[in-house]
């Protein structure tokens, strides 16, 4: 028979707590796990003043590069989504339903693409020069070529008897075109 630490410590042999002991115990307990938050919660704020830098004037550490005007008035400007490589600033403008390129070294507006009905998302796919829009107005995914501005619109599922489709070829209007994102 192999000993096992039950043998060697019999229960019967087990000095017996009694309520008090197990209470202060678990106080114990408490205090050390309260001591612990606290000086977390110390810590925490000690980083957080640390990293955090004020100004003597209490303005914030930024300055303005340049001041670009861009089409379709001062309402609703949404995502935006920045190409570093070219160089290129995407800005949907919801309230205008139209996209806006900005060259960012140029500090100009390249192209305005209008028409798209409450466009929402926007992102730059670089490695392919394409631009991704939703247009959640008409629920559609627009998909712009970066160099030429011209874009491919989804087409839009129709429902069928019953509802809407749930694959491209139950799609009636035809060959469904697909729009491929990037592989990682």
């Known amino acids: 028979m192999v000993p096992t630490v ?23 307990v408490s ?13 925490m704020t000690a980083a957080v003043a640390a990293c955090s830098t004020s100004t003597p004037s209490g303005e914030l550490p930024l300055r303005q590069v340049s001041e670009t005007v861009l089409t379709g008035g001062p ?4 995502y935006l989504a920045l190409d570093t ?8 403008h919801m309230g205008a339903s139209e996209l806006i390129d900005v060259d960012i070294h140029a500090h100009a507006v390249v192209r305005t693409l209008p028409g ?8 730059v796919i670089p490695d392919k020069h394409r631009v991704y829009a939703t ?21 839009r599922p129709t429902p069928t008897p019953m509802g809407w489709p749930t694959t491209p070829s139950e799609t009636p ?12």
């Open 6 to 28: 039950l043998d060697a410590h019999p229960v019967w042999l087990m000095p017996r707590r009694s309520f008090d002991t197990v209470d202060a115990a678990q106080r114990r």
């Open 31 to 43: 205090a050390v796990r309260w001591q612990v938050r606290l000086l977390a919660g110390v810590a």
């Open 75 to 78: 309402v609703r400007f949404d």
């Open 85 to 92: 490589g070219q160089g290129r600033l995407f800005i949907a």
């Open 116 to 123: 798209l009905s409450d466009v929402h998302g926007v992102i």
């Open 135 to 155: 247009a959640t107005g008409s629920n559609q995914l627009v998909a712009i070529d970066e160099t030429s501005g011209q874009s491919r619109t989804a087409p």
């Open 173 to 184: 209007s035809g060959p469904p075109t697909r729009l491929r994102a990037p592989k990682p």
